[in-house]
């Protein structure tokens, strides 16, 4: 990835001209950039989302380093009602820990990667990944006869063979 060097360490020594660029939005980016670069194998082919980018500075500037950056703002109520939750500290983010993994679908490389990483997986540990059915179950959320309903709906496939496993 070619970065520009320069304007990356205006920023961490907080030298730009921009007045959008305060404290938080340097931290920000800085935190944003250390992060891709930490946990994605291939950082120059990651797709960033800048959920509530707002003026989108921070969008400007990863997609000025490069980066495949998408900002995505939300109206004034959705706004107020995730503020609600943030000040409430009942909102929060969370990093994918180890064993985890971020699937990306973008490009039809990446569904392939995806689809066969998810295959290979359910293949050999026996089970589905995010089976919704089975979810519910081990939460309480429906019973075994819900499941039985959901095997008929279904009909004779992989996916009914499974569900009727987890109600034997």
């Known amino acids: 990835m070619k ?38 194998k291939n950082p120059d ?8 980018s707002h003026i989108g500075s921070i969008s400007i500037l990863l997609k000025h380093f490069g980066y495949d950056i998408t900002g995505i703002d939300i109206d004034e109520v959705i706004s107020k009602h995730t503020n609600k939750y943030k000040n409430s ?3 929060n983010a969370e990093f994918i820990g180890r064993g985890g993994a971020w699937l990306d679908a973008g490009s039809i ?27 519910a179950l081990g939460n309480g959320w429906i019973n075994k006869k819900q499941i039985q309903s959901a095997i008929k709906f279904y009909g004779k496939c992989d996916y009914s063979n499974y569900l009727n496993q987890l109600i034997k």
């Open 89 to 91: 500290n009942k909102l």
């Open 109 to 135: 490389k990446d569904l392939y990667d995806a689809s066969t990483f998810v295959s290979t997986l359910e293949n050999r540990q026996g089970l589905k990944i995010a089976c919704l059915e089975e979810i």
């Open 3 to 40: 970065l520009n060097r320069n304007l990356y360490h205006q920023i961490l020594n907080d030298k730009t001209d921009s007045p959008s660029y305060d404290f938080t939005h340097r931290d920000r980016f800085i935190y944003i950039v250390n992060t891709i670069n930490k946990n994605f």
């Open 45 to 52: 082919k990651t797709k960033v989302l800048d959920f509530g």
